[in-house]
């Protein structure tokens, strides 16, 4: 039982540069989100998903894209980086009764120069 | 605008002792409530949570008490642990069993000395 798997778990990149991370779970849970963690700020909600197809922004939705086509899969996409998006990113999925606790993956530390 | 936050930032406890993490929050729609830990270089995992409905709610050493009218909420820890050290959010939100969008605070880091 795998849960929620993030790849890559480190990734650098140039500033404008382009990348997608990935995130998949196994739980067939309908909700999935992204956050990103940086000193002080706490964990704030990048984009979310309540279902295959149907996507909302969250608090820092700004230089990021996301798409739900897969019940099982929701990726991150940069379309260009920029230093401001280094960050800790986490993905997170739940559903059934226990909607609002969230299980998160391992994290993807993502640095950009 | 910060809606939910911990201001403090750290906490240094004894083992065997209470540890208390507050947190506070501004929006009233809030009617789920959250904390989660983190240990590094891991997913936060939940620990525990309140309906607000209640004002208490408690598992095993962990109780987290919630108090609407000032808008607080507090988690207690006792006894206190060394494996207990770690990074401890709280989170909140609107709509109840509707996931996905949880608004966490800043973090508190507990630290439990032996």
């Known amino acids: 039982n795998a849960g929620v798997t993030q790849t890559p778990k480190f990734q650098v990149l140039k500033t404008g540069q382009s990348m997608t991370l990935q995130c998949a779970q196994d739980m067939n849970h309908e909700y999935m989100s992204w956050y990103r963690q940086d000193p002080g700020m706490g964990l704030r909600l990048i984009h979310y998903?309540?279902?295959?197809?149907?996507?909302d922004q969250g608090e820092v939705p700004n230089g990021y894209n996301v798409s739900r086509s897969t019940t099982e899969d929701f990726p991150l996409r940069l379309l260009s980086a920029a230093p401001s998006q280094t960050s800790v990113y986490f993905c997170?999925?739940?559903?059934?009764?226990?909607?609002?606790?969230?299980?998160f993956g391992a994290g993807s530390r993502l640095t950009v120069l | 605008d910060q809606q939910v936050k911990q201001n403090s930032p750290s906490l240094s406890v004894q083992e065997g002792r209470i540890s208390i993490l507050n947190c506070d929050y501004t929006?009233?729609?809030?009617?789920?409530f959250l904390w989660y830990k983190k240990y590094p270089a891991e997913g936060p995992t939940f620990l525990i949570s309140?309906?607000?409905?209640?004002d208490k709610n408690e598992d095993g050493r962990f109780t987290v008490f919630l108090n609407k009218s000032a808008k607080h909420l507090s988690l207690h820890i006792v006894p206190s642990q060394p494996g207990d050290s770690a990074v401890y959010f709280c989170?909140?939100?609107?709509?109840?069993?509707?996931?996905?969008?949880?608004?966490f605070g800043q973090g508190t880091e507990l630290s439990v000395k032996p």
């Open positions: 309140i309906s607000s409905i209640k």
């Open positions: 997170a999925s739940s559903g059934g009764s226990g909607a609002n606790v969230l299980t």
């Open positions: 929006n009233s729609m809030f009617d789920y």
């Open positions: 998903s309540v279902g295959a197809g149907i996507t």
């Open positions: 989170a909140a939100a609107v709509i109840y069993n509707q996931g996905g969008k949880l608004i």
